[in-house]
C-alpha cells in the first residue's frame, strides 16, 4: 500500500481556525503562536484578589428593575447566576479569573447572536488562556486594582449568564408556544438578547415585545 499522502494540518491554520473570530486589545487571538509569559505572570496580570463579597449585584439590580419588587427579583437572579458562575470555575480552579470570563462572555453573545451552539469547555479554556496571554502581554491591567477588577467582572459574568438564560428561556417558550408566559425575570434578559439579536434581524424580532405576540400590522 502507498503511503497516506495527507498532510498534518499546519499549526498556524489550525489556530487561526479555532481562534480566528476572536480578537482582544486590537490583536487577533490566532496571532498567538507561544506563550511568551509564563502562566504565573499571565494569573498575575488577569485574576484578582477577591474581596469575599458581591460588589456589583445591588447596583445593577437597582438599574435594571421599574419596580422595587423587580429590582429585589432582579437583586436576587443576579446574585445567583454570579455565585453560580464562580461555583462551576472554582471546580477547574480558575476564579476569579477575568480571562476566563472574558472567553465566556464572547463564546456566549456570539452563540446567541448566531444561533450556534457554545464551545466545549476544553475550547473555552484555550479560549481564555490565549486572551489571558494577550491581556498580559499589553499589560491590559496596568493600574488597575482588585476592586475595580473584581467590579468589571462581575457586571460581565452577570450580563452574559443573564443573556445566556434569557436566550434558553425564550427558546424553551418559544417551542412550547408560550411566549406570553416568560417570567418578569427572564423577561429583562430576554429583552437583553433581543436588543442584541434585533440588530441583526430586525424582521425576525419585530412580531415579540415584551413577551407578548403583537398582531400583523393592517395590510
Known sequence: MEPDARESPDP????????????????RVADLETPKKSAAQI????????????????????????????KEQM???MG???????????????????????????????SVYNGKPEPNEAR????????GELMAEDNVFGGITDKQKQE????????TMLVQAGANEAKTKRRRGKCRNISPAGRKSFDIHKRNAARKNPARHRGCRNGRRQPAPAA
Open 152 to 159: 468589571m467582572y462581575e457586571s460581565m459574568v452577570i450580563f
Open 75 to 77: 437583586f436576587k437572579l
Open 80 to 110: 445567583t447566576v454570579l455565585t453560580a458562575y464562580e461555583t462551576e470555575a472554582r471546580k477547574i480552579g480558575r476564579q476569579n479569573d477575568f480571562a476566563l470570563a472574558l472567553a465566556v462572555a464572547l463564546a456566549v453573545n456570539s
Open 12 to 27: 498556524a491554520k489550525e489556530r487561526e481556525r479555532v481562534f480566528g473570530q476572536f480578537s482582544c486589545a486590537g490583536t
Open 124 to 131: 473555552l479554556l484555550e479560549i481564555g488562556d490565549a486572551i
Open 43 to 70: 494569573a498575575a496580570a488577569t485574576r484578582f484578589r477577591s474581596t469575599g463579597t458581591q460588589l456589583t449585584t445591588r447596583e445593577l439590580a437597582n438599574a435594571s428593575g421599574d419596580t422595587p419588587e423587580e
